[in-house]
């Protein structure tokens, strides 16, 4: 679905597009935006993706106006036919606008109430030689956290396995630019017996 939603701009396109020149060029721009997106989706791009939709679903009607109106001044007349696909291009994107605009409202609501634990990407990477033994969530008075144990294969003490992972203070960082304002913090705690990384939003 995330793909469709994607290249669907790049599809309008194709149906509207009057000369090659332009065509491809906004074609292809709307295909390298639609492979961002599709990246950022599937994680291979750290970026928040309500916010990565909704700047896509505002530039890509924008280079498809901008390509439009290029194409203008090389053809002057416009068939009916044109001007039905363009008019039903237009419905369309703004379809796909006022959808994501409403779910990215729903999402502000929904993390407005504290109760979600942060995704498992949110955890810091982990370098050679120290694993995760198992992955959780835990909740309190002051919100949920995502939290993880870890243990370390080249036998160092639990102080050497925080400084090998980098924590030996927690480290916050923005979660969103729009919908999402909350910052992630993440950080490691030793409690004993071992390691617990966590990340939490404040």
Excluded at 139 to 145: A, K, L, N, V, Y
Aim: with cysteine.
């Amino acid at each position: 679905m995330g793909t469709l939603f994607a290249v669907a701009p790049a599809v309008v396109w194709t149906t509207i597009a009057r000369t090659r020149p332009v065509g491809f060029a906004i074609g292809g721009t709307l295909l390298a935006g639609a492979s961002l997106l599709i990246s950022v989706q599937q994680g291979w791009i750290r970026a928040p993706r309500p916010d990565a939709h909704l700047v896509f679903t505002i530039l890509a009607p924008v280079f498809i106006a901008c390509g439009a109106g290029l194409e203008g001044r090389h053809k002057n007349s416009s068939s009916p036919e044109w001007i039905v696909r363009r008019n039903g291009a237009i419905g369309f994107l703004g379809m796909q606008f006022a959808l994501t605009l409403v779910a990215g409202l729903l999402y502000a609501l929904m993390i407005s109430e504290g109760s979600d634990a942060p995704p498992s990407r949110a955890l810091p990477s982990l370098p050679p030689g120290i694993s995760m033994m198992d992955e959780g969530t835990s909740c309190g008075s002051g919100g949920c956290w995502r939290v993880a144990t870890v243990t370390s294969g080249d036998s160092l003490s639990r102080p050497e396995t925080i400084r090998e992972l980098g924590l030996q203070q927690e480290s916050c960082r923005s979660s969103g630019w729009l919908f999402d304002w909350r910052d992630v913090c993440v950080g490691a705690r030793d409690n004993g017996e071992s390691v617990t990384i966590y990340a939490g939003w404040r």
